[in-house]
Nanobody, 125 residues
Framework: QVQLVESGGALVQAGGSLRLSCAAS????????MGWFRQAPGKERSFVAR????????YYADSVKGRFAISRDNAKNTVYLQMSSLKPEDTAVYYC??????????????????WGQGTQVTVSS
């Protein structure tokens, strides 16, 4: 069992930056693939980024490529999402998630076994 708690969401102006954190409980954090998803009002939850267990493999949605960076610190049981050049369309609740395996494509919600409660990011124009 893994519990995930996101933090770092805020109201920020367009062009600004934020860093989201996701702290995981338990001693097996390094055995999970980690992902970030977001859900804007009235829209489905969508993939943002994912990172491998060791952190050496990264993948991003086209909409955030070059602006967002995912990373992890296995010693701190934490995954991060550094967001830069934020746009109003980045406004959403951001969720982190943990996956035990790559049986499903890690861009898909069903690949993930555990989810955090989300943190709100609002980008004003």
């Amino acid at each position: 069992q893994v519990q995930l708690v996101e933090s770092g969401g805020a109201l920020v102006q367009a062009g600004g930056s934020l860093r989201l954190s996701c702290a995981a409980s338990g001693r097996t954090f390094s055995s999970y693939f980690m992902g970030w998803f977001r859900q804007a009002p009235g829209k489905e939850r969508s993939f943002v980024a994912r990172i491998s267990k060791s952190g050496d493999s990264l993948y991003y949605a086209d909409s955030v490529k070059g602006r967002f960076a995912i990373s992890r610190d296995n010693a701190k049981n934490t995954v991060y999402l550094q967001m830069s050049s934020l746009k109003p369309e980045d406004t959403a609740v951001y969720y982190c998630a943990a996956a035990r395996s790559t049986y499903y494509d890690l861009r898909a919600l069903r690949a993930y076994d555990y989810w955090g409660q989300g943190t709100q990011v609002t980008v004003s124009s």
